[in-house]
């Protein structure tokens, strides 16, 4: 368990630096620092040094896989599904690592605060790593997932007639010229890669807290928040399924983490 979250946390560090760079430079430099959080997590908890090249070759691994304008669409389902493996075994195999130790185990540990005396460190680096991994590497699955729903072609509307104006004789008086009113500037806001990663940090801390009915209230806001734009559709459009596919992804991967951060708090991997 403790590997995993390191693994979540340095998936997590390397897609948040390839999400706030240019595309010319954000492969190398994201799974740069990725690859430091990776070997300051193996040294700090106490794993054997051959994690490092593992996790190392499994981010650039990611990296490449889930890079943008690629056209490698389908490596990336190959990726999470390799993930979904890793997380698995880590479930099953994590018992033969033992208890983490280290620098940061140490640091923990000294910190005066009488609140975390009941937190294990597994349970901290789990839910430290999840919250890094749910900020830009959720958003990485999700886009996948929407592009996965959206892999059909669309139909390209027929371009509009050209507007002739009629023929004016030379004894008609030309009439008052008609200015169409300029359209307001509008600005396109990703609003979707700030919100998305906001509400499954909300979620996970209201899923852990077990505040249950609070989340059920949240889900029904957005629901009637989207209402408007999804009931404007046109025929045959997929704005439903599309706010339907997203949204269950990105609670999935919530309710993943979720699971991993409450069963390092329940077993015996402290």
């Known amino acids: 368990m403790i590997l995993l979250a390191v693994l979540f946390a340095s998936l997590g560090v390397a897609d948040l630096v390839r999400s706030r760079l240019s595309p010319k430079r954000t492969t190398w430099l994201?799974?740069?620092l990725g690859i430091v959080a990776l070997l300051l997590g193996v040294a700090g908890v106490g794993l054997d040094w051959w994690?490092?090249?593992?996790?190392?070759?499994?981010?650039?691994?990611?990296l490449v896989a889930t890079r943008e304008g690629s056209g490698l669409h389908r490596s990336g389902y190959w990726a999470i599904g390799a993930l979904v493996l890793v997380v698995v075994a880590a479930v099953v195999f994590g018992p033969a690592l033992g208890s983490p130790s280290g620098a940061l185990v140490d640091w923990y540990g000294s910190l005066p605060y009488a609140a975390l005396a009941s937190v294990s460190f597994t349970t901290f680096?789990?839910?430290v790593g999840g919250l890094l991994f749910l900020f830009e590497t959720s958003n990485?699955?999700?886009r996948l997932a929407l592009r996965a729903e959206r892999s059909e072609p669309q139909p390209t509307p027929a371009?509009?007639?050209?507007v002739v104006a009629p023929a004016r004789r030379w004894w008609q008086r030309a009439g008052p010229v008609r200015v169409e009113p300029e359209a307001p500037a509008f600005t396109e806001l990703k609003g979707g890669r700030f919100i998305g990663p906001l509400e499954r940090v909300f979620l996970l801390a209201l899923v852990i807290s077990g505040q249950f009915t609070?989340?059920?209230a949240i889900v029904a806001a957005k629901g009637i928040i989207r209402f408007p734009e999804i009931s404007k559709d046109v025929p045959g459009g997929s704005k439903a399924e599309y706010f339907l596919v997203g949204s269950f992804a990105s609670w999935a991967l919530v309710v993943v983490v979720a699971v991993l951060v409450m069963f390092g708090a329940t077993s015996l991997l402290v």
């Open 214 to 216: 609070a989340i059920a």
């Open 125 to 127: 680096a789990l839910t």
């Open 30 to 32: 994201a799974a740069l």
């Open 140 to 142: 990485v699955i999700v």
């Open 51 to 62: 994690w490092s090249p593992i996790g190392a070759l499994a981010l650039i691994g990611w």
């Open 159 to 162: 371009p509009a007639p050209p």
